[in-house]
């Protein structure tokens, strides 16, 4: 699409010759007669795109091309399709009027000369999200694959490397086409752009702020056809024929047949499909000029006597540019999702999962972790309404983007949701999201995060006083002073201290989940052994809310001490275990402001994994830890050896986070305070398109310059699509509406506003690309 938005390739959309956008239409045997789009539209080129009447008589000209055009001989037929084209071409400049009336004059004929062969393209290839001023809208992100089997989107007749079997090839994240690497330059010239992901900011026209379709050709296409509700036929081996076209945004897929796709749908308004409610439109993102210095101001200042340095105003104003700004429009509908994803977590499945979030959303809503930007990015979504973010990674990603938000003091503080990547993931298994992803739809993770509910997570502070004395080794500075899970100390911490420090030393050796999980065995049976960690209890103190535990702690020779949080620990265990039976404690909360203080032995740790707890000794709001000597600890998993010293722990705020609901459900809860009515009496109003382009912050404005028109009585539990019936009803009866000048301009530049009566739920119009949707909620 280009930057307002229109599809500049795609299914059917160069009409001066179908060939450029259905690479396989020469290997058909008549256009005409094949009943494919690109058929049709040669069809349509050979009347020269004049006429008026010709888009509305499509089909019947269609139908009568076909019978004639199979009742002629072979040679015959192959004589007529060249006169054909020739006639297209010959009249291409009463078809560009035409183009021109239907909105794509943007569309311009493919360039018949062709480069030569090359493996790659002279340029760089664009494999990430462009924020820069120079971001081109529309650019394909281009990531390596191993699809050799897909042929390339060119088709054989515009392909340059159809005889290499193993050419290089690359998929775009976002509109999934495969490309060879040497024929991208060749995709360029055909102009068939990637879905648009913002807009430029000098478009103010609402025209040119609607998103729509981005059609694709596809080869395979799972699911039905929109149209005819059949099936796609699936074939045995790759197919060079087009079965199927497809929008990259709303995914509605229709048969590549005249009575499946028709030429309307080209410029038809997106709706973005299923997850709407969670996508950032394009519309939104503005691409921001750079400001210029005049010139003529410059001119016009006196010149200064005073050799005192001024700050220059404008310089601030440039200092401070950025190249792009987002200006959302609130709708309660709407929970926009910002994804935050750490490649390196998990293997290879961070990589993967970035790749199916841009071909979901917006993939200026999706941010790899790897390449920087998480403040930026935050500062640029801080004032989305609704917003919720999605953090695809372990415990440590999660906290990383909880500090930031912290650190940028978002109000209100936009509630994260988490994806589980790699091991462990305590804090992603407490909010019901599992202990790590298991291929998962995404579409299904999207609903997740948009359904779950709102809690709180309490964040404990960790302030460190160096002793006097220091020894040789040991550090004086912990890795975090902020801990959303556990802080430890002793035989756990040990072990996760001495894989960090192998893994540092030899990382090649650490790409294995399971050569992880042994390395941690054999250093915690090797650890056990040598019990490194037996003397701890004489060397610390702990003092809870003004109790001493030291003598407790020394009596049962504690071995590991927890300080917990959250109920999971050690990559799924429960340590505090259930407290029913236990009045001195209450149940564990990670929303009740207390931290869990428990003690471990060797046998108690080892009980851990089948079902075991530790020793409970406190439940507290403070705690004054003081070391001795250097002992190795760990804070949410990252290790160190800290010299002797005092810990002060104590709560610092509380985050918001989304809780994964364990069932989707539609029933509206028994308490809702606003309850839906039996019916709705609703007054129908009408608005010109100018003057809701003018007025359209102004909700008083547009209610008193709107027209009435009358007034329709639905149920209470009515859908969008009955309530149009109604409204559709009532223009056909209305008087006003009879003359056909007056019909037309109502059609052509009008909304319908409705608004409710005094005594019926208030009626608020959303108007979202050109689709009036509905928001009813119950009047106070």
Not at 50 to 68: K, L, Q, Y
Not at 370 to 385: D, F, I, M, N
Not at 511 to 535: H, I, P, T, V, W
């Amino acid at each position: 699409g280009d930057s307002n938005g229109r599809p500049t390739g795609g299914a059917g959309v160069q009409c001066e010759d179908p060939t450029s956008m259905d690479p396989q239409a020469k290997d058909r045997t008549n256009p005409a007669t094949t009943g494919g789009f690109s058929g049709r539209l040669a069809s349509l080129g050979a009347d020269g795109g004049d006429s008026e009447s010709g888009a509305g008589s499509e089909e019947a000209a269609v139908g009568c091309c076909s019978d004639t055009f199979s009742s002629l001989p072979d040679m015959e037929k192959e004589t007529l399709e060249e006169k054909l084209r020739g006639l297209a071409f010959r009249k291409q400049t009463s078809y560009r009027k035409a183009i021109s009336r239907s909105g794509l004059q943007h569309l311009g004929p493919p360039q018949p000369s062709l480069p030569p062969v090359s493996n790659g393209p002279n340029k760089d290839l664009r494999t990430f999200v462009d924020w820069t001023e120079n971001a081109v809208n529309g650019d394909h992100l281009w990531m390596e694959t191993s699809c050799s089997g897909e042929l390339c989107y060119l088709g054989e007749d515009t392909c340059l490397l159809k005889t290499a079997k193993s050419a290089p090839r690359r998929k775009c994240a976002a509109c999934k086409i495969v490309v060879h690497t040497g024929c991208i330059e060749q995709l360029e010239k055909i102009n068939f752009r990637c879905k648009p992901t913002f807009r430029e900011g000098g478009s103010r026209c609402l025209r040119d702020n609607i998103l729509r379709h981005h059609w694709v050709h596809r080869r395979r296409q799972e699911g039905k056809c929109r149209q005819c509700g059949k099936s796609f036929q699936q074939k045995f081996f790759h197919s060079k024929e087009i079965i199927a076209i497809s929008c990259s945004w709303c995914k509605q897929a229709f048969h590549n047949k005249v009575t499946c796709f028709m030429l309307h749908q080209i410029e038809e308004p997106c709706s973005l499909g299923a997850h709407a409610g969670v996508i950032v439109p394009p519309s939104w993102i503005i691409k921001v000029r750079k400001p210029q210095s005049s010139l003529k101001n410059s001119a016009r200042r006196k010149k200064r006597t005073s050799f005192k340095r001024r700050t220059s105003k404008k310089g601030l104003d440039e200092s401070k540019w950025r190249p792009f700004m987002l200006k959302p429009l609130p709708s309660p509908l709407m929970k926009p999702i910002l994804v935050f994803v750490n490649p390196k977590s998990g293997g290879n499945q961070g990589a993967k999962v970035l790749q199916m979030f841009m071909w979901i959303l917006n993939p200026r809503q999706v941010f790899d972790l790897s390449q920087g930007g998480l403040r930026e990015a935050l500062e640029l979504y801080r004032k989305v309404p609704n917003l919720r973010i999605l953090a695809c990674g372990g415990d440590g990603t999660v906290g990383w983007i909880l500090s930031t938000l912290d650190e940028l003091q978002m109000n209100p503080q936009p509630p994260v949701a988490v994806l589980p990547l790699g091991t462990g993931n305590d804090l992603a298994r407490t909010l019901n999201w599992g202990g790590g992803y298991t291929d998962e739809p995404v579409s299904k993770v999207l609903c997740h995060v948009e359904d779950g509910s709102v809690v709180q997570l309490d964040r404990w502070n960790l302030l460190v006083e160096n002793s006097a004395v220091q020894p040789e080794e040991g550090t004086q500075k912990l890795p975090l002073n902020v801990f959303n899970n556990y802080f430890s100390l002793g035989f756990d911490a040990h072990v996760t201290l001495e894989f960090h420090e192998s893994r540092e030393a030899n990382p090649e050796k650490f790409n294995s989940r399971f050569r992880n999980k042994m390395f941690y065995a054999g250093a915690a049976f090797s650890d056990f052994l040598q019990r490194s960690s037996r003397d701890l209890s004489k060397h610390v103190r702990v003092v809870c809310d003004g109790t001493d535990l030291t003598p407790k702690i020394q009596e049962l020779k504690f071995q590991c001490i927890v300080f917990l949080n959250i109920p999971r620990y050690c990559a799924g265990t429960m340590p505090w275990g259930n407290t029913g039976d236990h009045r001195d404690f209450e149940p564990q909360r990670h929303d009740d402001g207390c931290i869990e203080v428990i003690g471990f032995t060797m046998a108690s740790l080892a009980a851990l994994q089948v079902g075991g707890h530790g020793e409970r000794l406190h439940q507290c709001r403070e705690v004054i830890l003081t070391t001795f000597k250097t002992v190795p600890v760990q804070v949410d998993g990252e290790p160190c050896r800290l010299a002797p010293s005092t810990l002060r722990i104590s709560l610092r705020n509380q985050a918001n986070m989304v809780q994964k609901s364990k069932r989707r459900t539609s029933v509206p809860l028994l308490n809702d305070p606003h309850a839906v009515p039996d019916r709705l009496r609703l007054r129908v109003n009408r608005i010109s398109l100018q003057e809701y382009d003018r007025l359209q912050y102004d909700k008083e404005r547009l209610r008193d310059i709107s027209i009435p028109v009358g007034i329709v009585v639905v149920r209470g539990d009515c859908d969008l699509e009955t309530c149009r019936l109604y409204i559709d009803r009532l223009q056909e009866a209305s008087s006003c509406l009879s003359s056909p000048s007056f019909s037309a301009l109502l059609l052509l530049s009008s909304f319908l506003l409705c608004f409710s009566l005094p005594a019926a739920p208030s009626l608020h119009p959303l108007f979202i690309d050109h689709k009036l949707q509905w928001e009813c909620r119950a009047a106070l």
